[in-house]
């Protein structure tokens, strides 16, 4: 019954919140003081990383055990407190105006959980350098990528203004997609996000440009958590439905 | 043209100023909209305008763009959340968070510049301007909380609580559009830099703050009075300013300007 007590209290909910935000301010200085821990974090999904670098030197990664049991501690006391007032709300009278604050505990609950399906099943094939008319593999993903052509507009001033690649990918020799790869303008084949990311002209004078791909199975969810959330939050603001949680 | 712009925005400095100057001497206007302040705002909306225009894109690009837009939003969330005259005392402090900003503003680099091609896109105006607007809030919010601990009152204390609502409101809905964009220009929502993380410790710290008027008052230490939710109120600027100047100017940050 105490455990019970402690998992719904709001006052759990107020130190978790306290200690994630003094964790995450730790952590944004360990970052920049362990470049070589931490510079790698996001060349490849979050579970991978963790496993290979969190448990090896964990002083430096402290506040990442800070950051994660709090994260977990809010999960679960949103959680119970939801389940506790459902449960309260339908034996009594249900009205939209004490649903909406469980509906943004829900879709922050939806957010996290589809989150850690990214970071244990998401991948990242960062740094794919092509030339132009040249292929690579990509990554594990059985596919090899040839940029067929590459374009970009440069500014007077020197800088890029806008830049866009044509590629193909190949599956045992057959093309399975094809399309214009631009900044804020992926290609998606099979869950997987072809981004480029960088460009350049190599020593023989070819174009040549990088890309990452990636896939994160939980983003769509997470899109979809984060949208419900933005609603209930933005009904919750009608002043006739704050009075009560 | 591209100079005469920058007219509006040294008449709402010279506006701001006015209000922070007879503010701090004691002097209130009538009604806010009869204040040199709502005559500013009205200036730097018109500034605003005209260099969206000019420059193609969402004045949001940089930090002359960044710091006018955050003094812009603090004067908006004042006229929206102090008009009462119980509230009207968090006007003092107010006026000085709306002009600081705009006056850090008029020490930088103020010309147009075209933006990098994975800024162009609807997300960023989007990302970046729910984010100020959250700020802003914060910002009335120290205020309120100011006035709150030094002389109580409910009307301020309702209106420190919308502050910390309507900020956390739009905040959470900039960090929506921010992961949408960041998705499809990194090719992740998330991504670890200290902006990211500490982007995530405002949500947590605000998301926390809306939960606080919730726990009874009780006896012993830390109490769960209404003071002590207004001192974190005001204490939640401390870490967006952390979050928007801090990050940039003290940690080394990919998401930056």
């Not at chain 2, 100023?17 to 705002?41: I, M, T």
């Not at chain 2, 030094?150 to 905040?171: C, N, Q």
Request: aromatic share 14%; glycine share 10%; hydrophobic share 50%.
């Amino acid at each position: 019954m105490a455990l019970w007590r402690f998992l719904t209290s709001l006052k759990t909910c107020a130190w978790a919140g306290l200690v994630f935000c003094v964790a995450g301010a730790a952590g944004s200085v360990a970052m920049g003081r362990f470049p070589e821990l931490f510079a790698d974090m996001d060349a490849q999904v979050f579970a991978g990383w963790f496993a290979r670098k969190g448990l090896v030197d964990p002083a430096p990664t402290l506040w990442l055990y800070g950051l994660l049991s709090c994260t977990g501690l809010l999960v679960v006391n949103a959680a119970c407190c939801t389940f506790e007032r459902l449960v309260q709300i339908f034996r009594g009278t249900v009205t939209m105006r004490r649903l909406l604050p469980h509906v943004m505990h829900l879709a922050f609950l939806g957010v996290v959980l589809s989150h850690l399906v990214s970071a244990v099943y998401g991948d990242r094939i960062p740094g794919v350098a092509i030339p132009q008319g040249g292929f690579a593999p990509v990554g594990g993903t059985g596919w090899v990528m040839r940029l067929d052509r590459f374009d970009a507009v440069m500014a007077p001033e020197g800088y890029p203004k806008d830049f866009s690649a044509t590629v193909t990918l190949f599956r045992d020799r057959t093309p399975v997609a094809r399309g214009v790869v631009r900044t804020n303008e992926p290609l998606f084949h099979e869950g997987y996000g072809i981004y480029i990311k960088n460009f350049g002209t190599s020593p023989w004078g070819a174009p040549y440009a990088v890309f990452d791909a990636n896939r994160d199975p939980g983003a769509t969810a997470i899109l979809v958590a984060s949208l419900l959330f933005s609603a209930a939050n933005l009904l919750y603001l009608f002043p006739a439905r704050r009075n009560d949680a | 043209m591209e100079d005469a712009h920058l007219i509006l925005f040294w008449l709402s400095l010279a506006a701001y100023g006015a209000e922070a100057g007879f503010r701090l001497a004691g002097v209130a206007p009538s009604s806010p909209r009869r204040s040199p302040l709502f005559a500013g705002v009205l200036l730097h909306a018109a500034f605003l305008g005209i260099r969206w225009v000019l420059s193609g894109h969402a004045p949001m690009a940089g930090l002359f763009e960044s710091l006018t837009v955050f003094s812009f939003c603090c004067a908006v969330a004042g006229l929206l959340l102090c008009r009462s005259e119980e509230t009207s005392m968090a006007w003092k402090p107010l006026s000085v968070l709306v002009l600081l900003p705009q006056a850090g503003a008029a020490l930088i680099d103020k010309r147009l510049t075209p933006l990098y091609p994975a800024l162009d896109t609807p997300w960023f105006a989007t990302h970046v301007g729910l984010s100020f607007l959250g700020y802003g809030f914060f910002a009335a919010g120290l205020a309120l909380g100011i006035v709150y601990l030094r002389s109580g009152g409910e009307a301020a204390y309702r209106a420190a609580g919308k502050s910390a609502l309507y900020g956390f409101s739009a905040f959470s809905a900039g960090m929506v559009c921010g992961g949408i964009w960041a998705y499809y220009a990194w090719g992740s929502y998330w991504i670890w830099t200290p902006k990211e993380i500490w982007s995530v410790i405002v949500w947590i710290y605000f998301a926390t703050l809306t939960h606080l008027k919730f726990i009874p008052a009780q006896g012993g230490w830390p109490g769960w009075t209404k003071r002590l939710e207004m001192g974190a109120t005001a204490a939640g600027y401390g870490v967006v300013l952390l979050t928007f100047l801090g990050v940039s100017l003290l940690l080394r940050s990919s998401h930056s300007f």
